[in-house]
C-alpha cells in the first residue's frame, strides 16, 4: 500500500520562475493538506483541500500561490514567481476523513536561486 | 491562542533511559494531539495520538499523557535507541478544522 507520493524531490528554481509541486495521496483517501517547512522550524499549515474543494486556505498566502485538486490526478501547489523567501521544504499530507489521523509525504525541497 | 508550545528543544539521553517531551496549548477547542517523528530528510511520521477524552494512551515503547486541566500533553519513549534519534513535533487540531498547528520540534539524540 503505497504511502503519499510527492514529486519532485528536489526542485530548483531562478526568482521569478513558477514552482509545481505535486501530490497523490495515499489510496482512499480524500482529503489533502500543504504544509510548509522552514530549515530549523516546525511546520506551517498552508491548505487543505478535498477533491475539487479548497475547504481552507488560512495559511496560504494570499499572492503567487494557489493549490487544486482535482477530480482525476494529484493535488497541486503552485507558487508564481517565486522568491528567494520562498526555499523550503513543502510537505503534503493525506487523511480518509475529517477526523482521521494525517499521514505525511517525503516533501519537495525548493531551492530558489 | 492556537499556539502550541514544545520544550525542550533539545534532549539528549543515554540508551535505555526515558525520553520526556512536552507540549502545552492555549485553545480548550483543540480536540486532537498527534505525535510526529521526523528524520532528516524525511517526512514526518505519524507516531501515535490521543484525544481529551483520555488522559493516557501507549503503543509499544511510546506513551502519551494528557493533562486536560493543566492544556500539557507529553510524550514518553521509554528505552530509548540509538535509532530514536530524530525531531519529533507535537500537533493539535480541532473538530471541522482539521489544519494541524505543530510545535517547534524536540531534537532527541540518544547515545550508545
Known amino acids: 500500500n503505497a504511502g503519499v507520493m510527492q514529486n519532485p524531490r528536489h526542485l530548483v528554481r531562478r526568482r521569478g520562475q513558477e514552482a509545481r509541486l505535486r501530490c497523490s495521496p495515499m489510496?482512499?483517501?480524500?482529503?489533502v493538506y500543504w504544509y510548509r517547512q522552514l530549515p530549523e522550524e516546525g511546520l506551517k499549515f498552508m491548505v487543505y483541500l478535498q477533491k475539487e474543494n479548497i475547504i481552507d486556505e488560512s495559511g496560504m498566502p494570499k499572492e503567487r500561490f494557489s493549490a487544486e485538486f482535482p477530480k482525476e490526478g494529484p493535488s497541486i501547489l503552485r507558487i508564481q514567481q517565486v522568491v528567494r523567501g520562498d526555499s523550503a521544504a513543502y510537505f503534503c499530507a493525506s487523511s480518509p476523513n475529517d477526523r482521521g489521523g494525517q499521514y505525511f509525504g517525503p516533501g519537495t525541497r525548493l531551492t530558489v536561486t | 491562542q492556537q499556539q502550541v508550545k514544545q520544550s525542550p528543544q533539545s534532549l539528549i539521553v543515554q540508551k535505555g533511559g526515558i525520553s520526556i517531551i512536552n507540549c502545552a496549548y492555549e485553545?480548550?477547542?483543540?480536540?486532537?494531539f498527534p505525535w510526529y517523528q521526523q528524520f532528516p530528510g524525511k517526512g514526518p511520521a505519524l507516531l501515535i495520538a490521543i484525544r481529551p477524552d483520555v488522559s493516557e494512551k501507549k503503543e509499544g515503547r511510546f506513551t502519551i499523557s494528557f493533562n486536560k486541566s493543566a492544556k500539557q500533553f507529553s510524550l514518553h519513549i521509554m528505552d530509548s535507541q540509538p535509532g530514536d534519534s530524530a525531531t519529533y513535533f507535537c500537533?493539535?487540531?480541532?473538530?471541522?478544522?482539521?489544519?494541524?498547528?505543530f510545535g517547534t520540534g524536540t531534537r532527541l539524540l540518544v547515545s550508545p
Open positions: 489510496k482512499g483517501h480524500s482529503h
Open positions: 500537533a493539535a487540531s480541532f473538530s471541522g478544522f482539521q489544519k494541524l498547528v
Open positions: 485553545n480548550t477547542a483543540f480536540d486532537y
